[in-house]
Structure formats: structure tokens, C-alpha cells
């Protein structure tokens, strides 16, 4: 027979069993529900049919918040990021009734928070530049903020370099990260945005503000399985506005991978 003192110890784990399975239950059911948004941080711009459709019905599926103001290094300017969020109901923007939402409760899981614009003002938030004139993604920017002490103050950092994609290229319907972007640059204050990358995957980049260049990681745009892709390096000379390739480097890297191909000699 079991002895009491260990019937005594069931009694006490089934307990504690029940106990943590009903708390799962009732924060699932009550608590968490009370600290839910009702508007969800989305990993992309809903585009193509989707946004068609509801545009046709007067709907609205989603709409942006914003951070800042943060300062940029070498300026009195700052900067407002515009972030992309996910109604978990389409909102009706024609104030007519009725409208069919249902159709457009979009579950997309929620990811990082996705810029989709900067805005640019002066020390008193005075607009004087947003960033992007049309809808896009920008999936990372380089922005040095101003330092706690004056002298340290890089002046030499005149502009500011981004990653941004504007076509759905992997036809998802979402404008996101995991569509093609290239490399843009601008002046500290959002002015004259000019792309500097074409028809390549950036995998890196580094702004060296004392030589002017940014020196850059890619691989080229191709068809090809990603693990065959090799990357490859180049700058950017900011005062000339050409794209220049290490052909050097590039070239003797690749002399390298074929020793793996080719037979040794006796």
C-alpha cells in the first residue's frame, strides 16, 4: 500500500498541476485580451489585389505611427520615423454604413516595426523634407545622432544612406524586407535622394565620412541559389557620384575558391 506521506505528495503536485493549468486558462481567456492593441505592427505595405479591392469598397486596412524626434549628427535638423501598422479591422473611410469589412480582417503576423517614410524637420519642427514621395519600404537607415559633448561632433558627416524597396518583386502582395532594395543616399537634412545601387543585393555598408566613399558588401541580383552567390566589394565616392568595384580584391578571391576545383599535382 502507498504510504500516506506519499499520497500526501500526489495530492500536492496534482494540485499545483491544476492550479498553473487554470491560470494559463483564465490569463488566455481574460487577462491577455485586456492588453491586446487594437492595431497590430505588420512586417509590410500591403499591396496588390488586397489593397485594390478594399480601396474599391472605401476601406482602409492600414495606417502609420511615428517616433521622435531624433537629432542627426553634424546638424540642428531632426528626424521622425513614419512606421506601417495593420487595422485587425478595415476601417471605412467613406462614412457611408454597411460596408463589408469581414473580408478584410488581415492576420499577417506581426513583426519588427517597419519604417515606410522620414520626415525632416529643424530644431523648431518645421517640416522641411520628407524623405519618400511615393510608398516604399525602408528596411535600414544609417543616421549618427548628435553627441553628449560638442567636441565630439564628427564634421565631416555630411550624408545619410538607406536601404529602401519600392516594388512587390517577390509578388506576396506585401511590400516588405523580403523584397529587392537598393542603397540610396541623401543629404543630412533628407534632400536630393539618389540611388546608388542597381540590380544588386546589398549585404553591407559602411559610410567613411573622412574619405568620403561608402564601402559597400554585395551580391549580384541573379536567379542563381543563394549559397552560390559570392559577395563581392565596392565603394561609393560620394564626391564623384560613381560606383567603384575592388576588382582587385573581387578577382582574387575568387582565384581562391578555384583551388577546391582543381586537382592537386604531384
Request: contains cysteine; negative net charge; charged residues 25%.
Amino acid at each position: 500500500m502507498l504510504s500516506n506521506k506519499f499520497i500526501r505528495i500526489l495530492i500536492v503536485v496534482n494540485g499545483l498541476i491544476f492550479l498553473f493549468l487554470m491560470s494559463t486558462v483564465l490569463y488566455k481567456e481574460f487577462i491577455s485580451p485586456l492588453f491586446r492593441s487594437t492595431v497590430r505592427t505588420n512586417q509590410g505595405i500591403i499591396v496588390g489585389e488586397e489593397f485594390e479591392n478594399a480601396i474599391e469598397d472605401s476601406l482602409q486596412l492600414q495606417s502609420i505611427k511615428y517616433n521622435g524626434p531624433f537629432t542627426i549628427q553634424n546638424s540642428s535638423f531632426l528626424y521622425f520615423p513614419v512606421y506601417i501598422t495593420t487595422y485587425d479591422e478595415a476601417r471605412d473611410f467613406s462614412g457611408l454604413s454597411g460596408a463589408n469589412r469581414s473580408k478584410y480582417n488581415i492576420d499577417y503576423s506581426s513583426g519588427r516595426q517597419q519604417i515606410i517614410n522620414i520626415v525632416f524637420t529643424d530644431e523648431n519642427r518645421n517640416v522641411i523634407n520628407t524623405l519618400l514621395e511615393r510608398k516604399g519600404i525602408v528596411s535600414d537607415i544609417e543616421i549618427k545622432h548628435l553627441p553628449d559633448k560638442p567636441k565630439n561632433v564628427d564634421t565631416t558627416y555630411n550624408h545619410l544612406c538607406y536601404l529602401i524597396g519600392f516594388n512587390d518583386s517577390n509578388k506576396d502582395s506585401k511590400l516588405d524586407d523580403n523584397d529587392d532594395h537598393d542603397l540610396y543616399v541623401s543629404n543630412l537634412d533628407g534632400s536630393n535622394l539618389t540611388q546608388i545601387s542597381h540590380d544588386v543585393d546589398i549585404v553591407s555598408y559602411e559610410l567613411d565620412t573622412k574619405k568620403s566613399i561608402i564601402n559597400i558588401r554585395y551580391k549580384e541580383r541573379t536567379d542563381e541559389r543563394e549559397e552560390y552567390k559570392k559577395i563581392k566589394f565596392a565603394k561609393y565616392d560620394l564626391t564623384t557620384g560613381k560606383w567603384i568595384d575592388y576588382e582587385e580584391l573581387n578577382n582574387h578571391l575568387l582565384e581562391l575558391e578555384k583551388l577546391l576545383i582543381t586537382k592537386p599535382t604531384n
